[in-house]
């Protein structure tokens, strides 16, 4: 080795090895689902199957969108807070404002005017009439048709075993086309890789137009009671579940992420999940954006018109989206997402343990308030 290559290497090994610190950078790939999940404990099928085998389960297409009241006195700050958060009002009457993005679904966000704010349920559109009759006949409510809200359809509210309100809908006409164009992904240059020559990254400040309503969470009390009802029932089969252990090692499940299960068809990680707490709510409704940059620069968006943040952005470790949380003026938490992840039949489902470091790979601490 010449004195030249001596001083380089003992250059480099001052960079890479200082005395007595060790720091390994961080890094991220993407893998494929038997790798991420390679040292995690497997849920076998029969956990959500075994009681199930003789019902015949109402079939569930997609989520299409959260109904909530709002007091009428907050109304008007509701709708500015939408505005910002990237909704449109697509319709309004006396008695209700339906809320839409830019997908084909013809609202996401139902707010009907009255007293108090209150949860209604989310909304899954089931794939026949003989479904939306058989959710009618689990909760013995009718079937009523929707005549006023934009691409009509017929719909039955009935109640999950802890007194939440569930939604179901069907014959609801679709606009036939997104209302915006999708939009070309950003070119990134990265270290080594720069597709990107002679063009320029140019943005236009303002909102994050919402897609889509993409999930939407309770806090509940009894898991087992909860777990069995969503899947005994409808097509909603667990991505992950999370787990408490107790001083003797007993391990209860506490939390779960559910997906619509579409047999091949790939489909967002989860469209639902429920979480043990102290107190029994709707915990948040989540929407998706086009990409970090717009998720950012609605974020900064929202910040400068004064609302209030509850966490984000972050990236989720379970389901990997990108998240940023915020409360809406009436209280309710709504989120934006990007990036989520999908799965099919084939995909494992993991059950590991509850707790913080499970909830975001890289963000703030999480605050008291999301947790309650
Ligand atoms: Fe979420």
Not at 97 to 106: E, K, L, R
Request: aromatic share 12%; glycine share 8%; net charge negative.
């Amino acid at each position: 080795m010449d004195s030249d290559n001596r001083r380089a290497r003992a250059l480099t090994d001052n960079i890479t090895q200082p005395a007595g610190r060790h720091v390994v950078p961080n890094s991220g790939c993407t893998v494929q689902a038997s790798i991420a999940m390679k040292d995690v404990e497997k849920v076998s099928p029969t956990r959500w199957n075994s009681s199930s085998a003789a019902i015949q389960k109402i079939k569930i297409t997609k989520l299409s969108h959260m109904r909530y009241c709002h007091p009428s006195s907050g109304m008007e700050a509701l709708v500015s807070f939408m505005l910002d958060f990237g909704m449109e009002v697509v319709k309004r009457t006396d008695n209700a404002i339906w809320f839409g993005g830019y997908g084909i679904d013809q609202y996401v966000y139902y707010a009907e005017i009255g007293n108090e704010k209150m949860f209604l349920g989310g909304s899954w559109e089931v794939e026949s009439w003989e479904d939306l009759k058989r959710a009618s006949s689990l909760g013995g409510s009718p079937i009523v048709e929707l005549t006023d809200a934009p691409g009509g359809g017929y719909m039955t509210s009935i109640q999950d075993p802890e007194g939440f309100p569930v939604n179901f809908i069907y014959d609801v006409t679709p606009r036939l086309h997104p209302t915006k164009q999708q939009a070309e992904p950003l070119q990134v240059n990265d270290e080594f890789l720069k597709p990107r020559k002679g063009a320029f990254q140019r943005f236009q400040p303002g909102p994050a137009a919402v897609h889509k309503l993409g999930h939407f969470g309770l806090t509940i009390h009894d898991f087992e009671l909860q777990f069995d009802w969503y899947t005994r029932h409808f097509n909603l089969v667990p991505s992950d579940i999370l787990y408490a252990q107790d001083d003797s090692g007993v391990k209860s499940d506490v939390a779960a992420f559910l997906h619509i299960d579409r047999g091949k068809d790939y489909v967002d990680h989860h469209s639902f999940f429920f979480s043990v707490a102290k107190t029994q709510h709707v915990h948040h409704s989540s929407f998706e954006v086009h990409d970090y940059d717009s998720q950012n620069m609605g974020h900064y968006w929202l910040k400068q018109k004064g609302y209030r943040r509850v966490w984000g952005l972050g990236r989720h470790k379970l389901g990997s989206q990108i998240f940023d949380y915020w409360w809406d003026p009436n209280g309710f938490m709504v989120e934006h997402y990007i990036d989520g992840d999908l799965v099919n039949e084939d995909t494992p489902v993991g059950r590991q343990p509850a707790g913080d470091e499970s909830l975001a790979v890289w963000s703030e601490p999480v605050p008291a308030t999301f947790l309650d």
